[in-house]
């Protein structure tokens, strides 16, 4: 299983920007902090959200 940390999950035309907590019953693993129009907007938001936690970031999109 991969670490936690920020991810984008693509749901239908929009990107989720989420934060993925491994360690969490399957129903929590997933925290969506929002949603953005485009894969570049999403990666925009992990860039500032990165700024503030040093954790590392998966840069595949999962559908």
């Not at 019953?25 to 992990?46: C, D, H, K, N």
């Amino acid at each position: 299983m991969k670490p936690d940390g920020w991810r984008i999950r693509q749901v239908g035309d929009l990107f989720e920007v989420c934060k993925f907590m491994p360690f969490c019953v399957p129903s929590a693993r997933w925290l969506v902090l929002g949603t953005a129009p485009s894969l570049e907007v999403a990666r925009q938001a992990i860039d500032m959200l990165l700024k503030e936690d040093k954790r590392p970031v998966w840069p595949e999109v999962l559908g």
